[in-house]
């Protein structure tokens, strides 16, 4: 009770500061999620005064949290530019460093902001060396041992040393050690919250266009920045989020947190995206982000307002954000050629001279959706005059002794990396093949032959035989891996109907604190990501060992 209540008074604050420095809550409130699942934004029982095309919330970008917010901060901001400008820090750690400053900053004008922010997070970097080893044999099992240890290190030689400087700056911060938990926690909020923000170029140089001003106790977000340099900021030459628009042409592309908007959870079901308003057309309110929904008729008063975090497979939104979608259709598969292996194979200096000329990739990422067009998919049985995603090969043969595979349409492994394959399997006297036929090339026009002039060739001597006896090894590899660290893709959907029993009975009859329906969470997402890599795993290795017969068939 005693943090129900607590939790409520943070809320309360909150509210009542995003209010203070100019944000409007038209159509919508943010309250707690339930079930310790932290908070959200909600519609309200009726629209308030004023919402009109389907906005209900309003936010300055004045309040964002972004590099030249951190830059013009009157206390931490002429160290922060020296850090900048010497190549000492990029946007992303800018931000993060400013976050533990002030996390840590008594009496900071962010503080009801940064109370109501999350202290812990379900993601694999977060898990403990019980839950982590539920991963073993996943792709992310070793991303996030990686991951660990360069930030510890990073945190050890740079950021610990840079934030006790930065709480130092005014003589009132608290003298309690910055901790490694402290960076990882900055690290978490950033990577879950931050938004790619397309600001308007006026807004981001205000210098060309309006008065500078600083920040002080009366103003936490005042809007000027100083005149400088474009390397104060990154320009990302980027795509809009999954979630935004933007009105004005002519944006500067900055990561950051805008309070509020980010606290809109995921659904694919989207009912809102997000977008900037630059000269106030939308809301009334000249350089803003708002929330809008995007079928106003259609949100019941009281239901959450989602918005769509992109098409992220279950592998990026664990090691992300901490949670996992059951049968996600956007999970992916991500097979690779270990470069390790790459040199210690035949002639392996000069196929490795030949897969740079190639650009050859050594990884594949598989969406499922990709099993659609294969041989097992749904879209097996469609006409089969829809060839378009026939592959160049199809120009390969300039002798015309190698013809092009009947299967062509419905390989669904990426043809670059298929070249690569075909490249690595080749035998010493299909290399000697190879390069007579290449100097034939050379020798004709007297210049070096093209990378389509060398994926010709290796197509035209080797074919598809190799490659394709290549990736069925490589899956079938990752298959003993991945059950090796924690059984079949049986006897995880054995435990996933065991584990959503007895929740529902811990659940029914109050037994289910927050500490342990936390750790039940995290291993039940483990297991949900596992089994969905081990199916993936599965149905690719069908499609190539069906592929492989296939090709040894038209060989003979």
């Avoid at 209010?19 to 079930?35: E, F, H, K, P, S």
């Avoid at 060396?129 to 041992?145: I, K, N, Q």
């Avoid at 000069?350 to 067009?373: Q, T, V, Y």
């Avoid at 490659?467 to 069925?472: P, R």
Wanted: glycine fraction near 8%.
């Amino acid at each position: 009770m005693a943090a129900a209540a607590a939790d409520e008074a943070k809320l309360e604050s909150f509210l009542q500061w995003l209010q203070a420095n100019g944000a409007d809550l038209r159509g919508c409130t943010i309250r707690a999620c339930g079930a310790g699942k932290g908070f959200g934004v909600f519609s309200t029982a009726a629209p308030e005064p004023g919402a009109r095309d389907g906005v209900v919330l309003v936010v300055p970008l004045d309040l964002a949290i972004t590099p030249m917010r951190v830059l013009q901060d009157q206390l931490v901001g002429p160290r922060c530019r020296a850090l900048y400008e010497e190549g000492g820090v990029d946007d992303r750690l800018l931000v993060m460093l400013f976050l533990m400053a002030e996390r840590r900053r008594p009496g900071s004008l962010w503080k009801p902001y940064l109370d109501m922010l999350p202290t812990t997070f379900g993601s694999s970097l977060w898990f403990s060396e019980e839950e982590l080893a539920e991963l073993e044999g996943t792709t992310l099992y070793r991303a996030t041992v990686i991951q660990r240890k360069s930030m510890q290190s990073l945190f050890d030689e740079k950021v610990k040393g840079l934030v006790e400087e930065l709480l130092h700056v005014d003589d009132s911060a608290s003298s309690t050690e910055v901790v490694f938990e402290d960076f990882l926690w900055a690290n978490s909020i950033f990577w879950t919250r931050a938004l790619n923000i397309p600001l308007p170029r006026s807004y981001v140089f205000p210098g060309l266009c309006g008065d500078q001003h600083t920040r002080t106790d009366d103003d936490v977000c005042d809007s000027g920045l100083p005149a400088h340099q474009e390397t104060d900021v990154t320009a990302k030459d980027s795509t809009a989020d999954e979630n935004s628009r933007s009105s004005n042409t002519e944006s500067i592309w900055v990561e950051g947190l805008v309070p509020g908007i980010d606290f809109c959870n995921h659904n694919v079901k989207a009912l809102a995206t997000w977008e900037v308003d630059s000269v106030g057309n939308a809301t009334g309110v000249p350089a803003s982000m708002y929330l809008m929904l995007a079928d106003k008729s259609s949100v019941e008063a009281g239901a959450e307002i989602y918005i769509n975090y992109g098409n992220k497979g279950n592998e990026e939104l664990l090691y992300l954000y901490g949670f996992v979608i059951d049968n996600n259709p956007d999970d992916y598969l991500m097979v690779h050629y270990p470069v390790e292996a790459l040199r210690q194979i035949q002639s392996a200096d000069i196929k490795m001279r030949l897969l740079e000329i190639l650009k050859g990739a050594l990884r594949c990422l598989l969406p499922r959706s990709l099993l659609d067009n294969g041989f097992f998919g749904i879209r097996s049985n469609e006409d089969k005059d829809n060839k378009k995603n026939i592959s160049p090969i199809s120009s390969y043969s300039w002798s015309g002794q190698r013809k092009v595979p009947s299967y062509l349409h419905k390989i669904v492994f990426s043809q670059d990396f298929m070249s690569t394959l075909r490249t690595i399997a080749m035998q010493d006297h299909e290399l000697e093949q190879v390069a007579s036929l290449l100097g034939e090339v050379g020798s004709s026009e007297d210049r070096e032959p093209s990378d389509a002039e060398i994926q010709s060739a290796v197509w035209e001597v080797c074919g598809d035989q190799g490659a394709l006896g290549l990736l069925v090894d490589l899956l079938r590899v990752k298959m003993a891996e991945l059950e090796e660290g924690s059984g079949t893709e049986a006897s995880d959907t054995q435990l996933l109907e065991e584990f959503d029993s007895i929740h529902s009975e811990d659940y029914a009859s109050g037994k289910d604190e927050n500490s342990k329906r936390k750790l039940k969470i995290n291993n039940r997402s483990c297991i949900v990501y596992r089994r969905g890599q081990k199916q993936l795993t599965r149905l690719f290795l069908r499609e190539a060992e069906y592929l492989l017969e296939l090709s040894a068939n038209e060989q003979t």
